[in-house]
């Protein structure tokens, strides 16, 4: 389309503080910016009905706006060798070991002991991270789920962009594996939230009757969700 082509070719102009992606929505009624704390890039949308030089001129007002953005957002947070992160809130600092005995990795008293070379030391972490979310979640769920009579078919993991957990009308539920780093109420919530859903499969007045029913401070933690969010993604 050679009015997105326009588009592209003048925002590589601006030099902006982040790659920008451009996106046509069928939905959106105006020009809008979404800076994405998981991809560190900006994403402009545009209605299906747009004009190309309107577009670049918004993009150009809100350069500085952009960069402030950008710079707020946290530095990637490296799984690395002396690294601390928390650990259902409670910090631990990674260590690299070079026992051959040793299990790949061991998570104990304040510490994750990761064997083996330095290059893989940020995947084995992942890998346990993820093993260890799917069991945690799994047992809360299932736990929650029995107090209202609701069966849970499955529990999983993944690492999704824009939401913390996911509720099928099936009962199959989802969640990102980077909850491990969140306060532990704030692990409980998510998945009292999407329990809830086994009952109410919306955000009525009904729904949060039953999340309340399920956890007693629900405001907490979705505030402290949105003022972290960057941060739980920026762990690499």
């Known amino acids: 389309m050679p009015a997105l082509d326009k588009i592209r070719h003048s925002l590589r102009q601006l030099e902006l503080a982040a790659p920008i992606a451009i996106r046509v929505s069928p939905r959106a009624r105006r020009l809008s910016l979404r800076v994405d704390a998981a ?75 990761v064997r083996g070379d330095p290059v893989h030391l940020p995947r084995r972490i ?43 009308s099936k009962g199959a539920l989802s969640f990102s594996w980077r909850l491990v780093f969140a306060p532990e109420p704030v692990v409980q919530y998510v998945v009292a939230h999407e329990v809830a859903h086994l009952v109410e499969m919306n955000h009525g007045p009904r729904f949060w009757s039953v999340v309340a029913s399920l956890v007693p401070d629900s405001a907490g933690p979705r505030a402290w969700l949105r003022r972290h969010r960057a941060e739980l993604l920026a762990y690499r």
């Open 126 to 168: 992942t890998d346990h991270l993820k093993a260890l979310a799917r069991r945690d979640f799994a047992a809360r769920a299932r736990t929650l789920a029995a107090r209202l009579g609701k069966d849970v078919t499955r529990v999983g993991v993944r690492d999704p962009k824009s939401r913390w957990g996911s509720c099928s």
């Open 39 to 113: 991809t560190r890039g900006v994403e402009l949308v545009l209605p299906r009905r747009f004009a190309a030089d309107a577009a670049i001129g918004f993009v150009a007002r809100h350069r500085g706006w952009i960069a402030a953005r950008v710079a707020a957002m946290p530095p990637p947070l490296r799984l690395a060798d002396g690294a601390t992160v928390p650990i259902f809130g409670v910090p631990h600092r990674i260590r690299r070991i070079t026992e051959p005995a040793a299990a790949p990795v061991t998570i104990a008293d304040g510490a994750i002991l």
